[in-house]
């Protein structure tokens, strides 16, 4: 009963604040860690939740105990993990395969009761670690931020900030002889405790722990140390992540776009007497209305699927989100091919027609209207706005591309093995040095001097029968946000191509 009621102020707290109970934010709004250590209670849960043969494979080895530290009671399979006085400690002597048993059940029972989300509990990986560790504070030793074993000053200077071995023959300088409840000491700046010492914590690579144990010496309990341990453990307990896979949606679903006279005028610039351009590149939202509101029939119908899928860390909030979550209907729409974009464009020129009872051709720029556009008027600048830098004079990145690559690297082509790689070293997924990890709304950054968005860099732009696409993309390097580069494109769909469209009137 008393697991039902914590279900449910899960279900309640997540939808309606946008956090768990007992976890803190460490990535966005999307990735959670537990303030603690999974307790010997939390972990009882899981135990009297599932069949009995599968609690008896997932049951803690207590005598372990025993036969490797010589402790006697009350630390035996009798006392630590059963009687209620070590409920709130940590709980070890559990296996890898326990600790992932456990994240599943806890990740089946969550998506029971989120009505309008899913997520997906899993232990971190070791840069997730420590990055929550750190706490914001990339130059941290320890969770606490300074080199002292001990707090500095204030009300409880000189107290020992974690619990370890302070030295040889000295096991209870920190007050606790073995394990110690999973509040204990102070929180880092992201709220989490024990982050080091305590119990040594387990990570997505097997066998690796962090943080080090009660029965280390301070050395073990750095952020960047190592340690391996294969079997359960005394010594090694877990926490766990909760990522956002699904998110819910808004209770008041937006206002569709209305196609008419305003909308028009408004969305095209116009460059001379018979070429106009799209202001912004053309957005899942207005994808999604051609689909499912007029019923075109589009050949690529899975447009929104598995192109994300382990591109980057994360991408699961992106794959069963991003083409048509209300968040990013104003993002431009991708993983469309050549065939999509004309589809699209012979739609969106009907229905420009039946509004304003004129015939215009509505497709794809060619390269050389594509330039014109991007230029603003000025076609001896290497980039839609003026100066060959890429920041402000306020220092801010004038595109959505990725700063981290530098000109003699590059990539070539979209296979997802290879991509992966790539991001292992070229993405971080805080926002990223330019603004924006991935894809940004197509109204960001700055408009050139047509008011044309995204003209450099967001999706790579699609042009008129051409094997290559214009502007750079989230994931190029800053050679192709120049106006005369281009980028090799098979023509088939992916999450870095997108289009906007121009319309041509009759002199």
Request: charge should be negative; glycine fraction near 6%.
């Amino acid at each position: 009963m008393r697991f039902i009621f914590i279900l449910i102020f899960y279900c309640f707290v997540l939808t309606s604040f946008g956090q768990i109970p007992n976890c803190e934010p460490i990535r966005g709004e999307y990735l959670f860690m537990s303030k603690t250590e999974v307790s010997n209670q939390f972990y009882r849960d899981f135990l009297s939740s599932v069949s009995e043969e599968d609690s008896l494979k997932n049951y803690p080895v207590e005598v372990k105990w025993r036969k490797e530290y010589r402790y006697g009671e009350p630390y035996s399979v009798e006392e630590y993990f059963r009687h209620p006085a070590y409920q709130d400690y940590p709980v070890v002597n559990i296996t890898y395969e326990n600790t992932v048993n456990y994240c599943n059940w806890l990740t089946q029972k969550l998506n029971q009761n989120f009505l309008y989300q899913k997520v997906l509990v899993r232990l971190p990986t070791e840069k997730e670690w420590e990055f929550a560790a750190k706490a914001g504070n990339d130059f941290a030793i320890y969770p606490w931020g300074t080199q002292s074993m001990r707090v500095e000053e204030g009300k409880y200077k000189g107290q020992l900030q974690a619990n370890f071995v302070l030295r040889k023959g000295i096991t209870m300088a920190d007050k606790y002889d073995i394990t110690a409840p999973v509040f204990s000491y102070w929180p880092n700046d992201f709220g989490l405790y024990n982050m080091s010492g305590n119990v040594s914590e387990m990570v997505a690579e097997k066998g690796l722990v962090k943080g080090g144990s009660w029965k280390n010496r301070s050395d073990y309990l750095r952020i960047d140390k190592q340690q391996y341990v294969y079997s359960a453990s005394p010594e090694v307990g877990f926490r766990y992540v909760v990522e956002i896979v699904e998110l819910p949606q808004p209770k008041k679903q937006p206002k569709p776009i209305v196609l008419n006279k305003n909308f028009f005028k408004k969305y095209f610039v116009e460059i001379n007497d018979t070429l106009l351009v799209g202001k912004y590149e053309v957005t899942n939202e207005l994808f999604q209305q051609m689909i499912s509101v007029a019923k075109v029939q589009v050949p690529n119908r899975e447009y929104k699927c598995t192109q994300w899928e382990s591109l980057f860390p994360y991408s699961q909030l992106w794959m069963n989100n991003y083409n048509s979550h209300p968040d990013f209907y104003n993002y431009p729409v991708v993983n469309v091919d050549l065939t999509d974009a004309e589809v699209f464009c012979r739609w969106f020129k009907d229905v420009y027609f039946e509004i304003f009872n004129e015939k215009v051709e509505i497709r794809l720029p060619t390269e050389q209207e594509w330039q014109l556009a991007s230029s603003g008027g000025d076609e001896g600048k290497p980039y839609p706005w003026f100066g060959p830098y890429l920041r402000n004079s306020k220092g801010n990145y004038l595109a959505n591309f990725n700063p981290k690559m530098s000109e003699d690297e590059n990539v070539n082509g979209y296979d997802t093995l290879s991509l992966n790689n790539f991001f292992q070293t070229h993405f971080t997924d805080l926002h990223d040095y330019d603004g924006e990890a991935v894809i940004a709304p197509v109204d960001s950054y700055f408009p050139n001097d047509y008011g044309l968005y995204n003209m450099a860099g967001n999706v790579a732009e699609m042009v008129l029968d051409s094997n290559y696409t214009k502007g750079g993309s989230w994931k190029s390097k800053s050679y192709y946000l120049q106006i005369n580069s281009k980028e090799e494109w098979n023509k088939q769909a992916n999450p870095f191509t997108g289009f906007r469209i121009v319309m041509i009137r009759k002199p």
